[in-house]
């Protein structure tokens, strides 16, 4: 528990209690500590395995199995690109590999400088906008090749002017 501050501590306890009269807990848990901190390190998995039992073993299976858990954070920017059927029969595949070769990084990495993170969703239920791109919950739609260079641009000007 090296890096976690006492409140931080205190936080994370707090979580496992909501859930403390659930049978099985633990997946609410994470989902809350993932959603509160975005991402559940080895140090708050120690915390939810000392306030409820549950072997770190088996909290660290459940992390890494699920995509939607992380063990580092994500970047600034998560970009979430569909790969869902309608989305992948209008080219999602190429913009999710446009996108890792302009950042440098696979699905599910983030940028060394924490900007960006790429994420592959399946369905997000925008399929008449395929292919659909998120960022932060933003929606692009029917991303071509061609409007990934300029969408991130876009984020890096930001961060430029910022
Ligand atoms: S398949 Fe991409 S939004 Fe439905």
Avoid: W
């Avoid at 890494?64 to 970009?79: A, D, Q, W």
């Avoid at 890792?100 to 399929?127: M, V, Y």
């Avoid at 659909?132 to 300029?150: C, Q, S």
């Amino acid at each position: 528990m090296a890096h976690l501050n006492e409140a931080a501590t205190e936080q994370i306890k707090a979580i496992c209690d909501r859930y403390k009269d659930e049978k099985t807990p633990l997946m609410m848990i994470l989902s809350d500590i993932q959603r509160e901190y975005g991402y559940i390190p080895l140090e708050v998995q120690e915390v939810v395995s000392d306030k409820t039992g549950i072997s770190v073993a088996e909290i660290y299976g459940v992390v890494t199995f699920y995509s939607f858990f992380s063990l580092v954070p994500n970047g600034k920017y998560v970009i979430g690109c569909c790969l869902g059927t309608a989305c992948y029969v209008k080219g999602a595949q190429q913009v999710i590999d446009k996108f890792s070769e302009i950042l440098g990084i696979k699905a599910g990495e983030t940028t060394s400088d924490g900007l960006f993170t790429i994420d592959a969703l399946r369905c997000i239920g925008a399929c008449a906008l395929a292919p659909a791109v998120t960022i932060n919950g933003k929606i692009y739609p029917r991303v071509t090749v061609k409007d990934v260079e300029k969408i991130v641009a876009e984020y890096k000007s930001k961060e430029a002017e910022a």
